[in-house]
Nanobody, 116 residues
Framework: QVQLVEFGGGLVQAGGSLRLSCAASGSTFSIDRMDWHRQSPGKQRELVAQ???????NYADSVRGRFTISRDNARNTWYLQMNSLKPEDTAVYYCRAISRAGYNYWGQGTQVTVSS
């Protein structure tokens, strides 16, 4: 089992920045890759950014160049640095860890609100 806790959401003006953190505990050795998703009211949850155990990263087109995903293996923590935020980035952000066996673990979500 893996437990995930997100930190760092909040209210920010358009053009501002936030850094989200996702701290993992439990069987962290089983994690293969980790990603961030977001969900706005009335919309499906969407993949925002992903980092593999080898360090490869992928981003949604809507955030590429503005968001950066990173990981600190020593702290079992993943980050999402969000710059140049836009009102359309407003959503609940979730981190997910995927184990080598294919199990998905989700955090509780953290609200990000970007005001215009």
């Amino acid at each position: 089992q893996v437990q995930l806790v997100e930190f760092g959401g909040g209210l920010v003006q358009a053009g501002g920045s936030l850094r989200l953190s996702c701290a993992a505990s439990g069987s962290t050795f089983s994690i293969d890759r980790m990603d961030w998703h977001r969900q706005s009211p009335g919309k499906q949850r969407e993949l925002v950014a992903q980092v593999t155990s080898g360090g490869s990263t992928n981003y949604a087109d809507s955030v590429r160049g503005r968001f950066t995903i990173s990981r600190d293996n020593a702290r079992n923590t993943w980050y999402l640095q969000m710059n140049s935020l836009k009102p359309e980035d407003t959503a609940v952000y979730y981190c997910r860890a995927i184990s080598r066996a294919g199990y998905n673990y989700w955090g509780q979500g953290t609200q990000v609100t970007v005001s215009s």
